[in-house]
């Protein structure tokens, strides 16, 4: 299954595909072999990792106990397994090193080596090999861990709707008529959140391109006359359907009621 996961994901990179699926920064840093950090640790540990920084930050003279008294910790890290937390040591002799504050930070750098290396091993092996099946090559080694997530997530700034109507096309609709200058009217009103919601109504993701609008082709398809039906969309083809709706309050909505009542396929 993660060789699968590692393959659509690829494959979205490999084919320019947004793929909104919100993995944590640091696998696109594992998969171009950069070291992760407590900061990466924290993006989806958050708890684990503030108390790893108050082991770090903490100072015996002002607080009044040293690390040995106070953390009681030894190098063994612990992860939950079917429902079971179970203990590993750091290193060889874990359980009978005691954490003190000269090593310290040995230990907290073990610790996220665990979480974001040993523990998911065997996962991330696979989820990478079938990442690499489809983009083997030299060309992602120009990319950062930012840039790759860039590159498979899309953007998430903020929508510049000037530039969707420039990369629009449509059928059975001219660009001058009245229902087409409603729906870009009601997309220019609404606050960024329903924008994006009717960005994911339309292409199944609320982010554009990494390269930017210009790289979208969207497409508003006229359905006939003015109907008590919502629009439709066709996710694959980043095409919205629209009925010849009368006014602004009814185009807004019909937009409103088909983004309320939509679902796709669930990846988030």
Not at 27 to 36: A, I, N, Q
Not at 88 to 104: D, F, I, P, Q
Not at 220 to 249: A, K, Q, V
């Amino acid at each position: 299954e993660f060789y699968l996961v590692g393959v659509v994901v690829g494959l979205a990179c490999y084919n320019a595909a947004t793929l909104d699926v919100p993995l944590p920064q640091a696998v696109y840093k594992k998969l171009l072999h950069e070291p992760v950090t407590l900061a990466d640790l924290a993006v989806f540990r958050p708890a684990l990792a503030r108390g790893l920084r108050l082991l770090l930050e903490y100072e015996e003279m002002e607080e009044g106990g040293t690390v040995e008294d106070v953390f009681c910790r030894t190098f063994v890290g612990e992860i939950e397994e079917w429902g079971e937390v179970r203990e590993v040591e750091l290193m060889e002799g874990g359980a009978e090193r005691v954490v003190t504050r000269e090593n310290r930070e040995e230990f907290v750098r073990l610790y996220t080596s665990f979480h974001l290396e040993s523990s998911i091993s065997s996962q991330f092996s696979a989820f990478s090999a079938g990442f690499t099946e489809v983009t083997s090559g030299n060309s992602l080694s120009l990319f950062k861990g930012e840039e790759l997530e860039l590159l498979v997530r899309g953007s998430d700034e903020q929508l510049d709707v000037e530039q969707l109507k420039g990369v629009t096309v449509y059928q059975g609709w001219s660009e001058e008529d009245e229902t087409v200058q409603l729906f870009w009217h009601v997309f220019t009103l609404f606050p960024p959140t329903s924008q994006r919601l009717l960005l994911s109504f339309i292409t199944g993701s609320d982010r554009i391109p990494a390269t930017g609008s210009s790289a979208l082709t969207l497409k508003i398809t006229n359905m006939g006359p003015d109907s008590g039906r919502w629009p439709t969309s066709h996710t694959c083809f980043n095409e919205i359907c629209l009925y010849r709706y009368r006014s602004e309050e009814r185009m807004r909505s019909m937009l409103e009621g088909a983004m309320r009542e939509s679902e796709g396929f669930g990846l988030k």
